[in-house]
């Protein structure tokens, strides 16, 4: 049951990223269909059940290549996914981890997600946790892009008495490629969603 709801939660996630472009205000947007995501993995390398589960994780990441890649630098990540565990005292102790996932726009970084698992195997632990990413990424990335872009915006127009780029992403509802606060707070602003 849990890799049948692990195989349908990528069918989805490849279905909404196929539809997204993601880029900010000085690149051209990042075409989904065109290039895979990519994860940045962070644990804790002193506990070896993290290490255990992340490495299942990455290789559970990696059967998808298409569509994800495993990123080896934060700075060109476009998500950040850090799953660490409780240390085990004997063989006999379940695996329990938790995970956090936040997108890694150009102003900062975004959470997208969060939970705690616990599961008899490691096998079990790192599949339910690539579930848990990929769930987290199809019902929040819009939303979370679009709030990444709003507060890097806001941050260019607040510390400058000039224009700032807008977003690709919000370039549309702006209409227009630079605007200064004046235009912005005339329009209202934008609301995160």
């Known amino acids: 049951m849990k890799k049948l709801k692990y195989g349908a939660i990528i069918?989805?996630?490849?279905?909404?990223?196929?539809?997204?472009?993601?880029?900010?205000?000085?690149?051209?947007?990042?075409?989904?269909?065109?290039?895979?995501?990519?994860?940045?993995?962070?644990?804790?390398?002193?506990?070896?059940?993290?290490?255990?589960?992340?490495?299942?994780?990455?290789?559970?990441?990696?059967a998808y290549e298409k569509l994800l890649q495993i990123s080896a630098d934060g700075p060109s990540a476009d998500f950040v996914f850090q799953a660490d565990c409780m240390s085990r005292n004997s063989q006999s102790?379940?695996?329990?981890?938790?995970?956090?996932?936040?997108?890694?726009?150009?102003?900062g970084?975004?959470?997208?997600?969060?939970?705690?698992?616990?599961?008899?195997?490691?096998?079990?632990?790192?599949?339910?946790?690539?579930?848990?990413?990929a769930q987290d990424i199809v019902e929040n990335a819009n939303n979370a892009m679009r709030t990444n872009a709003i507060e890097s915006l806001e941050a260019c127009l607040f510390l400058t008495q000039s224009s700032c780029a807008v977003p690709n992403l919000l370039a549309l509802e702006l209409k227009?490629?630079?605007?200064?606060?004046?235009?912005?707070?005339?329009?209202g602003g934008l609301k995160k969603k």
Request: aromatic content about 8%.
């Open 93 to 107: 102790d379940a695996y329990a981890c938790f995970y956090t996932l936040h997108y890694a726009g150009t102003g």
């Open 109 to 133: 970084k975004t959470f997208m997600g969060g939970g705690i698992n616990a599961a008899k195997t490691a096998d079990e632990t790192a599949l339910a946790l690539v579930s848990s990413l």
């Open 11 to 62: 069918i989805l996630l490849g279905g909404v990223l196929r539809s997204q472009s993601v880029g900010s205000a000085d690149k051209p947007p990042r075409d989904f269909r065109k290039e895979p995501l990519k994860i940045y993995t962070v644990t804790n390398t002193s506990d070896l059940t993290s290490v255990e589960v992340m490495k299942l994780i990455r290789q559970k990441l990696g």
């Open 176 to 187: 227009t490629k630079t605007i200064n606060l004046s235009q912005y707070v005339q329009r």
